[in-house]
């Protein structure tokens, strides 16, 4: 039977994909983002929905694998420089957020019965937040690189550093490790610091150099797999030490955000990472138990509303307190009051060596999962309630100011031309960012000082990862007729409120450029021919004011014959290449 040819998996995958495509619109449409529609499917198809997958743990190991190439991808957006000035988010607001949201649910969890241990584990595990649930929601709304998203960012980025020691205090509650030694625990910190060094020395001397390699030898395939290479050799080395995998992948990933190859690297990653995203998530889906929240639905709802509440107030506050305004502290406090991915890690870990009973594991497993499903509620409802104070006109009025707002400009292609074009444009301070698909030009454009990422000019992924969506002008000075007129449609289609400025290489090509209608184009020889034949004037000896009408003429008959040869050929207007310009008054006059 053809049944029996069907690959493994085949099924199985058809019913995921079906089950998203079903769901994600729907939830979208209802403004609670693709992250829930993915949690719903996974509820749905998991052994307790309709009971497609009996063992979801099987796929969730895959699946975490997007929330590695997720924190890859920020990674790469962050510069070395740009995280340290985010150094009072991330070691300040988040270390305070996790040890006093821990105190504080430690002490909710006595409250509800648990002796001192398990509360414990219990509270410092809740007061972790989604960094794959909480990213996503950002990056769908485009908040990440707002104030209270790089805020929000910096506490995520520290949550999952901490992973780290409370997986160690799980080791050290664990009666079965109490003989563990001071020398065992300082040979692991000597691992993690000897990891952790080798990441970053790699990811800045040695990556770089290799992509370089991967770029001559060609082929787009090549550097996919390298950029895999990268992230999960990086991720795994950090899983051996007892790190995160996905904090292994930031760092990586913050050592090339000022390679030249940031934004293929980011375009090639990105179909990968949303993909296991969604996959992640509905996993997480599936290991809702449904009948555990039934009978013990007064202690779940009560957790879940305690967590929220008391997570989203010690947010705001500390926000408040590390200067953010009352509406972004407000965000801040509704983006992550949910419980994380790594809370399963912890807890897993702690039943593991019995300091949790298992089914007070998987209870609070099922509290981190309604609060995923919840958290897009606030958010919306914060969204509501702020709109309806705008229209009874509570907010402030008053008026942005674009004085500061700097267009942004894209060149692609860095040879003589693109170079020229750019030093214009820094010269006023314009922000401009390069792109060149020649790994030597890219080089000698370093020794000048100008930074030029790797990237092609006819895919649209690379260049909205190099900031296509957001570039008021976008200047193709590259060389390739053919390669150029395949970047035109890209950009009309991908970026069509961006002005097109080309450069061509001769009339005819001018001519195409014309008829797909760029915004502005220019011969590349044309200006400097002018000038070339004004000196000569002048060394002739003609007054200025004489050359100036040449000049006037000439280019006048030249748009003219432009217009012509669009719509009669190549060779219509050639009469005027061989006009005088006329004088004024129709004198004849001879130069001295």
Known sequence: MAAAHVPPFFIETIVVLSAAVIAVPITKRLGLGAVVGFL????????????????????????????????????????????????????????????????????????????????????LGLALSSTAFALQMLQERGHLSTKYGQRAFGILLLQDMAIVPLLA???????????????????????????VGFVIFAGRFLLSPLLQFLTASGG????????????????????????????GAFLSGVMLAESSYRHTLEADIEPFRSLLMGLFFITVGMALELDLIVANWQTVISAVVVLMIVKGVLLWGLSRLFGSSNSDALRVAVTLPQGGEFAFVLFSAAAAVSILPEETANILSAVVILTMLLTPLGAVGLDFVAERLKKRGHTSSKIESFEDACPSVLIVGFGRFGMMVAQMLI???????????????????????????????????????????????????IENDQVMKQAILQIRSAFPEAALYCRATDRAH???????????????????????????????????DRIAEVEEDVRKRDAERLTLQLAGGVLAGSDKLHQRTPRDDDKSEKPD
């Open 40 to 123: 719903a499917a996974g509820m749905v198809i998991g052994p307790y929905g309709i009971g497609f997958f009996d063992e979801p743990e099987r796929i969730l190991g895959f699946a975490e694998l997007g929330v590695v190439l997720l924190l890859f991808v920020i990674g790469l957006e962050l510069e070395p420089a740009r995280l340290w000035t985010m150094r009072r988010d991330i070691f300040g607001l988040g270390t305070a957020q996790v040890l006093i949201s821990g105190f504080v649910l430690t002490l909710c969890a006595m409250a509800f019965g648990l002796p001192m241990e398990i509360a414990l584990i219990a509270g």
């Open 169 to 195: 205090l799980v080791g050290i509650l664990a009666p079965a490790e109490a003989d563990a030694g001071d020398a065992s625990i300082a040979v692991q910190v000597i691992i993690v610091v000897a990891a």
């Open 220 to 247: 787009r395939e090549l550097m996919i797999a390298a950029a895999l290479l990268v992230v999960l050799g990086s991720a795994g080395l950090m899983s051996l030490v007892g790190l995160s995998m996905a904090l």
């Open 427 to 477: 010269s006023e301070g314009i922000s401009v960012t390069a792109l060149d698909n020649q790994p030597g030009r890219i080089n000698d454009a370093k020794q000048y000082g100008y930074k030029v990422y790797y990237g092609d000019a006819t895919r649209s992924d690379v260049l909205k990862a190099a900031g296509g969506e957001n570039a008021t002008l976008i200047a193709l000075c």
């Open 510 to 544: 001018a001519l195409d450029l014309t008829r797909l209608g760029v915004d502005y184009q220019i011969r590349e020889t044309f200006e400097s021919s002018l000038t070339f034949g004004r000196k000569a004037l002048e060394f002739l000896g003609l007054p200025a």
